[in-house]
């Protein structure tokens, strides 16, 4: 696949570098060096074109993997069925963008506005009423998941937008829909979201109940103590909890801090995550 630098300059060239007329009709935003705009993960860059008065995002593949056209065909196909508000709408291009005069695959995506749940978070300590109204959300959320049978497969704040108040998640590599049973998974997720056990080889509709909790507990527990986020020794990339507080959490300081907390809810939250651990 090509470098997140080749893909740079690709951008910077969107009518000789895309098929799709709407992204050859685009532009991408541009930062205060005049380079592209670009949000980096593990496995793929996102890049924002404005075309119009239209904003698309366009995802763009770092790792390559062999069944991706399959599981993106099967998700697109299963998610329009569906209808869900909380996901975001894709198209899978298997010639998205042409870069050093070769075709590669990208995502053309509906672009989130709003703010990542960690953001969000730390932006409204002053506003716990907030996150209750958000828990309640989360939980409509993760319920309508089950219902519909499928699975993120990694949830954590980098995959969840809060836009209007309301909950949208991106990033859909390792998705589980029914028509993809009998695969593995293609990662294990954020490990501060997962539960220690999970390995590849699981699978199924069931991924996402381990990390529910954990943001669940999460959300309310900043909605009943803010004062947490600083007590439990808190870093961006997991608001209360960490991977160590699952490998031993008789040791953990956060759950220690939420034991005795003086909320009946919270204790009898932890407890149960604690008990899922064991």
């Known amino acids: 696949m090509p470098a997140s630098a080749d893909y740079d300059r690709a951008l910077l060239n969107p009518q000789s570098s895309f098929d799709d007329p709407d992204l050859r ?4 935003a541009l930062d205060q060096n005049s380079a592209p705009l670009v949000w980096s993960g593990s496995f793929a860059n996102v890049y924002l074109l404005e075309c119009g008065a239209r904003h698309i995002a366009v995802r763009c593949f770092l790792r390559e993997a062999a069944d991706r056209q ?14 869900l508000p909380f996901i975001a709408r894709f198209i899978y ?3 998205g963008i042409r870069v050093n005069n070769q075709w590669y695959p990208i995502l053309k995506m509906e672009w989130v506005n709003g703010q990542l749940l960690d953001e969000f978070v730390a932006g409204n300590l002053d506003k716990p009423e907030r996150f209750r109204v958000l828990a309640d959300k989360y939980l409509e959320m993760s319920q309508a998941m089950r219902q519909a049978a499928i699975a993120h497969g990694d949830l954590n704040p980098s995959n969840i937008f809060v836009a209007n108040r309301n909950l949208k998640l991106v990033d859909y590599d390792g998705m589980y829909v029914k028509s993809l049973t009998g695969k593995d998974g293609c990662e294990s997720g954020l490990k501060h979201y997962q539960h220690p056990m999970r390995v590849r080889s699981h699978f199924g509709p069931y991924l996402d109940n381990f990390s529910d909790w954990v943001i669940y507990i999460t959300l309310v527990a900043y909605a009943v103590d803010p004062s947490l986020w600083s007590r439990a020794g808190v870093l961006k990339e997991f608001p209360l909890f960490q991977s160590s507080d699952f490998t031993n959490p008789a040791q953990s300081q956060t759950f220690q801090v939420i034991r005795n907390h003086p909320s009946e809810e919270l204790r009898i939250l932890a407890a149960y995550v604690e008990k899922l651990l064991a």
């Open 70 to 83: 399959l599981r993106y065909v099967a998700l697109s196909n299963e998610l329009a069925t569906l209808n």
């Open 93 to 95: 291009l298997r010639n």
């Open 25 to 28: 009709s685009g532009q991408v």
